[in-house]
Structures are given as C-alpha cells and as structure tokens.
C-alpha cells in the first residue's frame, strides 16, 4: 500500500512554514480527490498548522481569473474548522479580514454580499462601476496565509488559461505566502494543456505527486470502518480487482441500501446481495477494461457460462475472458434476485415489494433445502457404516425429522417410521406420525391428500397410511351442490363421499341451488337429481337426494303458473296430464 507514503508527505507539506505548491495527478476515478477531503478531515486533530484558512475550488466552469480568486476567498473557512463546509458565516467571517471595524462590517454585510452575488451585472452600471474593482481587490488581498486546493484542473472553463492559472498559483505561493494544492487527470489535458503543464511545473511547483494507489487502497478508502458490511465488501471487491472510487463509493452506497432487505432471512441471501451487487454495481459502472460487459453479465445463464449454446470461435475471445473472470468469482447465472438488483441499477429505485417476495420465495427455498439436508445427513448415520450406532442414529433422525417435517415428502415420513418399528422404537415412530401430520395440517395442508402424489411410492407403515387419510377428510374442502350436480350430470358417475354429501344437503339447499341457476343445463341437473329415486333398488340415501329434490321442485312449482308448467316436464305426477306437457316441453 502507498497511501501511507502519501499521507507523510501531504503532513510535512502541511505543517511546513514555507508557501509551497504541491500537484497530484493520477488517472480518472482512483481518488485523488476523496483522498484529499479524507486527508484534510484528519487535519482537524491537529494543532500545528501553519496556515489560517482552507479554500477548496473546484475549476469545473470556472472561465476566468476573477472568477477563481472570487471563489477562494468565498470558500474559505478558519483553519481550525477546516472539516466544516463553507458556510454564510464564514462567508462574513471572512469578509471581517477586509475591515478592523465592528460597525463597517456590520454596515457592509448586506451590501457586500449582495453586490458580490450580482457583481457582474453591477460592473456594468456606470454608477456603480467603480465599487467594483474595491470589491475585488479586497477580496483578494484577504487571501493570505491560505491553504489553497484547486481541484478539476482538466475541467476548467475555456476562458481560462493554463498560463493563467500557473500564474495565480505562483503569485498565491510567492507573494500572499499560500500553501497550494491542485488535483488534476493529467491524461484528460489535450496537448495544449499538457504542453502548458509541461512548461510551468519546474517553475510553480514544488512537489509533484503521481496518485497511483494499489487496487487495496482504494478498497481501504472507501471501506476503511472496520464495520461487518466493510469487511465483507473488502472481499469481493478485492476479488475483482475495482480500484476506482466512485464505483467503490456506489457499491458502498448500493449495500447499504439492500442490505436491510435480509434481515431475518437466510445469511445466504445477505452473502448473495454482497456478492452479486458488488459485480453488478462494478460492471454497469466501470470504465475497466477487465470489466465483464454489463449485459452480458446480466443475461447471463448456466448455459452460457459453459458455452453450451453456441460454437466456440476466435471471436469469442472476449467472452471467453469474462466467463474466465466471472467463473474465478464464483458467479455463474444471474438469478431473479440479480435481475431485480439489476432493475435497481438502471432505474435508480428499487420496487422494495417485488424485492421482498423475490427475497421471501428464495428463502422459503433455501429453508427447504437446508432442512432436507440435515434429514438425509442423519440417515447417512444409517448408510454409511457398520457401527454399532443406533443411539446416535435415533436421536439425529429424531432431530433432524422435527426440524424438516414440513419439507419431507409422505414416503420418507413411512421410510423413518417404518425404521423405527423394525428397531422395536414403535411408540417413537407414531410420535412422529403425530407430528408430520400435525405440521402439514398447518403449513401444507395441500400435502395431506387420500391419493399420494405420482411421484411418491406407495405408503406401507397401515398407522401412516390412515393417519393421512383422516387428515384428508378434515382438511377436505366443503362441496357444494353447484360442484358436485354439475359434475356427476357430466360424468354420469359419482362417489361414495358424492352420494353422502347429496343425501346430507337440506330441501332448502335443492331449492336454492334450482333457483339460483340460470343454465341452459338446468333440466339436466334437475334430472340428475331426480335420478337417484329412479334406480331399481335404490339405497337409503339415493331415496333421500331424489325425496329432497322432488320436495324442493314443488315450493318452485307452487310460486307461479310459469313455473307450475316448467315443472310438469319432470313428470312429478302433479295432473293426470303430465306426461303430455313433459314431452311438449322438454
């Protein structure tokens, strides 16, 4: 690491008497300046200082010498409050250089600061016009004993001159006794600028430093706290390689800001968002050449990582090296969580919600996985050995079927119980029935069905076999005659548990559902009902279903004329003539 280096001669620079000139030039995004504000914080813990004030200048659009010196007189804070930002107090603070006289500053602070704000619209009123140069010159003459940083040097406005600039720098250095520091990309000056660079720089300054930090202490820069997120983030992005700190500051931002998103949830998914967002911050940011191409990683699929898909060629070169890059990361597919921090990235929000149950949905199945885990590796007890170990074996298979009910399929349930039956331990295994179906009952109801799934094999342990069937009928959701008619009129069959349903229902139940109807299927489901008493020996219950149908139809037929001949078509023997309208109306 270099900043140490750095930062001893930025001290000696600073606690020297002498008016010196130092520049730092480095290339875009390393930190130059978020290493300078850093530096000049610490510079608050110390009391030997051998300058009065501090004046931070950015050159961005700045096109004019005044324009300069204005600005560093307006910038300037005391020295020992040289943290602070410029404030509208230390404005006025500063303007108490130009006058001894409590009562002139008092008088002025109005006026000043408001002919400064418009001074050059002010130049231009004869009137006025000759206040002016005072305004400026005073201003200037106060700068003494500075410390002076003029930042953006390779942003400077047009109007400004290279030789301009050196030249205020020296007459600050030689004749107003300032310290001063310029922070500059050198590679962003065009050749004009560069050659002006070149001429003035044995003349004007006194040091010149090439800020060229380690990948680590850019790293360091930005998570330098010690803190869990520092920690981990240092990490991943050591891993990469990222030494550009403004990429390092948004990856900063952007954990701190998803991060809280997992709390309570899996580690998994906390080192997930570490991981992923640390490479996809890097990639959608970043000018480095070795930087995976931010779609490319954002598409990424298993597939592609191993080149399943296409036909490897010599122009693949540059994907080859990225998927060579991501595969060292440990980073194969993007998944819906990356996709998400991904739409985070471009749309600079998060949809917090659809986070959240992305988030949710990959816990819900990492729990699955780990609990099934733990499952197997107590039967890895059994597998796995000829030891005498049935007490270790017992008590793993006991712990991990507790934890892991809600996730172990109904045949593994019959596998454990059916273990324990063999070991003589049959109070156990029913201990466990009780609680496997005590724990789907609750959180997967769906599970305790009479018919197993396909994929399932067939349920041997008779308790288990029962248990489930029990739980079936209790969790099975209440029919109705809108169901159940419909269905059996389609079929022309039904079951046991239809036909006791059916004979349960009440005449009122019949005689709503008849109504509520509108279905040019009607009379068919009337004549399923009907059905039921038409059977040659019919049973108790079929004589119930047709009595309480019959039952209902007759209320319906007693309500209007129009329904007494609707209902003549069943043929309910209401009039000697039924059987003629039945088939006229049918």
Known sequence: MILPDVTRVLESFTASGEAEAISITGDWGVGKTYYWRSFVGSLSQRNDLQFTKYSYVSLFGLSSLPEVRDAIFDNAVPSEEISAEPSLSSFFGNLAAITDSGGALF????VFSRARK??????????ISRVSPFLRAASYFAISNYLVCLDDVERKGEGLSGRDLYGLISHLKERRNCKVVIILNSDSLDESERSEYDQFREKVFDI???FRPTKADCISLVFGDGSDVSVKAIRYCGELGINNIRVLKRIHRNLNYLLPFTEGLDPLLEEQIFHSTVLLTWSYNSRQADAPDYDFVKKLGVADMFSLDVETTEDDTEEKEWRDRLWNYKYTSSDEIDLEICRFLENGYLDSDLFRTVLNQKNKELTQTHTRNKFEAAWRLFHDSFNDNEAEFIEELSRAFHESARWISRANVDAAVRILRD???SELADK????????????NASSLTAEPDHFDREIRDESLRV???NAADQNMPIPTLDEIVPRIAGNEGWGQKDEEFLSTASVDDFYYYFKRTEDRN???YVRTCLKFGQFLNPTGPMRTISGKAIEALRRIESESKLNELRIRKFGLGTKPDDARVDKQLD
């Open 107 to 110: 008088a002025i602070k109005g």
């Open 118 to 127: 418009h001074l050059g619209t002010i130049e231009k009123v004869p009137a």
């Open 208 to 210: 010149e430093m090439s």
């Open 423 to 425: 070991l003589d331990r």
């Open 432 to 443: 466990f029935i009780a609680h496997w179906i005590d724990v789907q009952s609750r959180e």
């Open 467 to 469: 248990a489930i069937e």
């Open 522 to 524: 009607l009379t068919t």
